[in-house]
């Protein structure tokens, strides 16, 4: 998980994408009945307002999933609906968040692995309709709804304060940040499940990391300059929000905080 600053995605969306989707809603609330409205989600013109929403955002933005951070966005539907768009899995009666369908602050970019439903050998998962919330009460169902009132039981990585509750142990296996309240470990915990974070590969990924980081570490007291400032760069990157895996990255050089010069990596990273 990747915090993802909500002004940098508007910066990246001119005039002409805003009048797209704003068209594209124009059509949407003219369709009389959830049925024809759910139709028109699923066309082609309507899926491109999602797409070239993609496309606009910059590189640094989208090379690897905001969920997992793994480099491997290059699929067909790479812009998850964070609120679903066609139904609910969690509450049955539910018609989706078709209004939310075309507003940018809805979309998050997603691998396959993340967005999907699948199944794997190890783990059944991929966000599909799942939208787990803490007060189905106060589930918006209609666009006169505040959905700003819901408390999402997942991570979210547009919410600057979710990317921060999810920690790994020394397998690279995802588990919440130490201290967590009963809330916060519970958003850790499906998300693990919904996005697949626990899956075999990815945890192997974060522990190739965790031995990367403490060579890194070893290096810095190296007495050879060059190699005590070429390890300083590679841990200063590896913590960098761009790079993969960066959480993990953090939370294992974060393990050696100890170190006057860790901490001052740490801080300039933060
Ligand atoms: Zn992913």
């Known amino acids: 998980m990747r915090w993802i600053c909500k002004e940098h995605i508007e910066e990246s969306l001119d005039a002409e994408w805003r009048q797209s989707a704003t068209d594209a809603l124009t059509v949407l609330n003219f369709m009389g009945s959830i049925k024809e409205k759910k139709a028109y989600l699923r066309s082609a013109q309507a899926s491109a307002v999602w797409r070239s929403f993609y496309e606009k955002l910059p590189d640094r933005l989208k090379h690897k999933c905001w969920y997992c951070e793994a480099e491997e966005i290059r699929s067909d539907m790479p812009v ?11 509450c049955a009666q539910h018609d989706g968040y078709w ?14 692995f993340c967005n999907s439903k699948r199944n794997f050998e ?8 799942k939208f787990p919330i803490f007060n189905e009460g106060s589930r918006a169902s209609l666009p006169a709804d505040n959905y700003q009132n819901e408390e999402p039981a997942i991570l979210d990585p547009c919410d600057p304060d979710d990317d921060r509750l999810l920690w790994f ?12 309240s009963e809330e916060q470990a519970q958003k850790v915990i499906n ?13 192997r990924k974060r522990n190739n990391i ?7 570490v070893n290096n810095l007291a190296s007495t050879h300059r060059p190699t005590a400032r070429a390890a300083k760069s590679s841990l200063r990157r590896m913590i960098g929000d761009t790079e ?14 100890h170190i006057d010069e860790v901490q001052e990596i ?3 990273g933060a």
């Open 244 to 257: 993969m895996l960066s959480r993990a990255a953090f939370v294992y050089l974060s393990q050696h905080r």
């Open 266 to 268: 740490l801080d300039q």
């Open 80 to 90: 998850d609906h964070f609120r679903p768009k066609g139904k609910v899995e969690e």
């Open 169 to 180: 142990d020394a397998d690279g296996f995802p588990e919440p940040i130490a201290g967590a």
């Open 191 to 203: 998300s693990k499940e919904i996005f697949h974070l626990h899956e075999t590969r990815i945890c």
């Open 210 to 216: 965790r031995i990367d980081v403490k060579k890194h």
């Open 99 to 112: 209004w939310l369908a075309f507003d940018w602050e809805n979309y998050r970019c997603a691998c396959t």
């Open 122 to 129: 190890e783990t059944q998962g991929g966000k599909g309709y």
